[in-house]
């Protein structure tokens, strides 16, 4: 049972490691502030949630995962206040991006 946990926990990681990327990708390549912030914001969710999920079993039960599944809920919070706040500045004209 541990070896399937070992490679649900690695699978999971490594997913969530390709979305990083692809949310970084997306950041360098995209052309204007609305879709780079599109895609760094969807990915990242994302790759954080399957992080999260991979590390589930790993952790002791259940403080271990009310921490984590905390630090999830802060970043996402967090990610969608920036967000906001970041398209506003680029609709309104703010600071170039």
């Known amino acids: 049972m541990s070896i399937a946990l070992g490679l649900f926990t690695i699978f999971a990681v490594v997913a969530g490691a390709f979305f990083f990327l692809a949310g970084t990708v997306g ?17 990242d969710n994302l790759g954080l949630g399957l992080v ?35 398209a506003r500045a680029a609709r309104d004209g703010g600071p170039p991006v």
């Open 27 to 43: 950041l360098l390549r995209f052309p204007d502030p609305l879709t780079r912030l599109h895609a760094l914001t969807k990915a």
């Open 52 to 86: 999260v999920i991979g590390l589930l079993p790993q952790v002791a039960w259940p403080l271990g995962a009310i921490k984590l599944i905390a630090i999830w809920l802060i970043v996402l919070f967090a990610a969608t206040t920036v967000s906001q706040l970041m």
